[in-house]
């Protein structure tokens, strides 16, 4: 709240022109003092913000830094687990393959001796009956090499379920 100053008397006329040079040298020397402070306050002010510039600066550069690392890190990562996959593959593709051509082998084997044996059996019984073969004897070599034929596709069957297998597991591992 202002106050009501009680009112002063007016000073003589002879110190008046006196009192306003004072007053207008005090009024003039807070000017240049605020002109000073300005100036102060507007250095202080450029300053503050050259190191407020600074310092995102150095904060930006060490942000770049560690985003560079760890991509770098992640990198490496990535590269010693895609090698350590990879390499898990090839070693599960190869014991497949080797256990694919066994089985394969095995039963290239068994229809081989299967083959032999029946044919020696069909040998046998044709010398042994001393007969030419009929009908029924055609009929008869036409069953047996409908079910061997039967037995190949399901032996045949088996193994493209078997390198399904393997390609799905090629494949599992693959991702």
């Not at 202002?2 to 006329?13: D, F, G, L, M």
């Not at 000073?36 to 550069?61: S, V």
């Not at 080797?98 to 020696?120: M, Y």
Request: hydrophobic share 40%; no cysteine; net charge negative.
């Amino acid at each position: 709240m202002t106050e009501n100053p009680t009112p002063q008397p007016t000073p003589p006329a002879e110190q008046l022109p006196w009192g306003i040079a004072y007053l207008r040298e005090d009024i003039q020397d807070l000017r240049q003092e605020m002109r000073d402070n300005t100036q102060e306050i507007r250095q202080e002010m450029r300053e503050g913000m050259h190191l407020l510039h600074d310092r995102i600066d150095a904060l930006g550069a060490a942000s770049n830094v560690r985003i560079d690392e760890t991509n770098k890190s992640l990198g490496a990562r990535i590269d010693e687990t895609s090698k350590a996959l990879g390499a898990r593959i090839d070693e599960t593709s190869k014991a497949l393959g080797a256990r694919i051509d066994e089985t394969s082998k095995a039963l290239g084997v068994r229809i081989d001796e299967t083959s032999k044996a029946l044919g020696a059996r069909i040998d046998e019984t044709s010398k042994a009956l001393g007969v030419r073969i009929d009908d029924r004897y055609e009929l008869l070599l036409n069953r047996i090499d409908l079910r061997f034929k039967w037995t190949i596709t399901t032996v045949i069957a088996a193994a493209g379920l078997m390198m399904t297998l393997a390609g799905v597991l090629v494949a599992v591992f693959k991702t």
